[in-house]
């Protein structure tokens, strides 16, 4: 394993989008460990999922191959990912049996199925900005500062989240936001255009999953904001439920 001075490098386990299809290793560390995407589409990009206990690839295959693939929700636990100024994302993997998942504009997904074995050695990085999303709030700083900062992005929440930060159109409001979510509910995203411009986006991620992305947001106010439905209750949207809040970058 590479060093840098007294610390062990970060490895870079790489996930490639290829005309051939997805492919990722079979076999990476476990513990810290960066993710990059090499080809794709930057707004569709594969990610990884942990296969919770007792789950086969088998069982999570079938799974996905139903025509809702949410199906295959309770079998895995989700990452999260995101595009990163530095072109990877950093995770905290538990040793054990993951997927490289992409999914496709038509059929199935694509699934890897990947080994998180012995521990790379390497610390996590220094976080500039904290973030715990909960059921149904964003545990954050109210102000931040402009330039590229490190995220630390931790579910501790029982359900799995995402964090839209945007900037509304001009004279719209949060009530127009969640207006656009509600439009479609949990069958997919309405056919409208959305009311804001998207700043930077964490894909959804399962309970107790921790990373780190670099992003780096210009001056202004934005609104963070959890698309996601309500599985456990009554599916409407996480931010129907409170899950957004506003955020200054100075």
């Not at 790379?120 to 059921?135: C, H, N, T």
């Amino acid at each position: 394993m590479p060093l840098k001075g007294s610390a062990v490098e970060i490895p870079v386990v790489t996930l490639s989008v290829t005309e051939a299809g997805l492919e990722a290793p079979s076999e990476i560390p476990s513990g810290v460990v960066a993710v990059k995407v090499e080809g794709g589409d930057p707004e569709n990009m594969p990610q990884l999922a942990r296969l919770n206990e007792g789950v086969t690839m088998e069982q999570l295959t079938d799974a996905l191959s139903q025509p809702d693939p949410m199906a295959a929700l309770p079998l895995v636990s989700l990452l999260g990912s995101a595009a990163s100024v530095d072109g990877q994302v950093i995770y905290d993997l538990t040793p054990g049996a993951y997927v490289a998942v992409l999914f496709m504009p038509d059929g199935p997904p694509q699934v890897v199925p990947v080994t998180a074995g012995a521990p790379s050695g390497a610390e996590a990085p220094a976080a500039d900005v904290s973030v715990q999303l909960v059921d149904f709030s964003f545990a954050m700083p109210d102000k931040i500062a402009a330039g590229p900062q490190v995220w630390q992005i931790e579910n501790a929440g029982q359900q799995w989240h995402e964090m839209g930060i945007v900037q509304l159109n001009e004279g719209a409001t949060v009530d127009d936001v969640l207006a656009w979510v509600e439009s479609a509910g949990p069958s997919g995203p309405p056919s409208s255009p959305p009311p804001f411009e998207e700043g930077a986006f964490w894909a959804p991620m399962g309970a107790g999953q921790t990373a780190w992305v670099t992003w780096d947001l210009a001056p202004g106010e934005y609104t963070v904001i959890c698309f996601l439905p309500d599985l456990a209750g009554d599916m409407s949207s996480h931010a129907a439920h409170g899950m957004v809040r506003t955020l200054t970058v100075e």
